[in-house]
């Protein structure tokens, strides 16, 4: 896990809450989508998360402090052992997750970059196109985008 944005442009830049953990990806998400799963639920104790999922050649960690080997700790779904998660020693923060059957990151939403006004940077090229596991929502959401079962395309689609 080397840390690197060394002539970089990155399309999507965040970090933890207290910045001592920071990535980026130099490409669009080939996934970016709200997901309902009861995973996500669980694990971030809200009902839904917006992931944006990213080839693991175009992330890059990119933390001028630790090294992200001393500066995070991992958590690996025991129900899903391909799926690390990432998490700030400092603040606790889970930024990050890896998948190493897909060899993508996900990274949040709630963690990336946003201008003083408070918005999202690039948000054209990382706003979600859908929502995924929507039939184990917490919550109806009327926002046009479509509804699917599984992922988008790959799944049935809902409404």
């Known amino acids: 896990m080397a840390n690197t944005q060394d002539a970089v442009c990155f399309v999507v830049q965040g970090s933890c809450f207290c910045g001592q953990v920071a990535f980026g990806a130099v490409s669009h998400p080939v996934l970016s989508a709200y997901c309902h799963c009861t995973q996500c639920q ?14 693991d050649t175009d992330f890059r960690w990119t933390s001028t402090g630790d090294p992200p080997e001393t500066a995070l700790d991992t958590y690996d779904n025991p129900l899903k052992p391909h799926k690390r998660r990432y998490r700030c020693k400092t603040c606790g923060v889970c930024a990050v997750s890896y998948n190493k059957i897909t060899r993508r990151f996900s990274v949040y939403a709630g963690a990336v970059k946003r201008d003083a006004d408070g918005k999202i940077l690039n948000w054209e090229k990382i706003k979600p196109t859908a929502h995924q596991f929507y039939g184990t929502r917490v919550m109806d959401i ?10 988008e395309g790959n799944s049935t689609r809902l409404c």
């Open 42 to 55: 669980k694990l971030t104790a809200c009902p839904l998360v917006h992931t944006m999922h990213f080839v």
């Open 142 to 151: 009327e926002d046009g985008l479509g509804k699917w079962e599984g992922y």
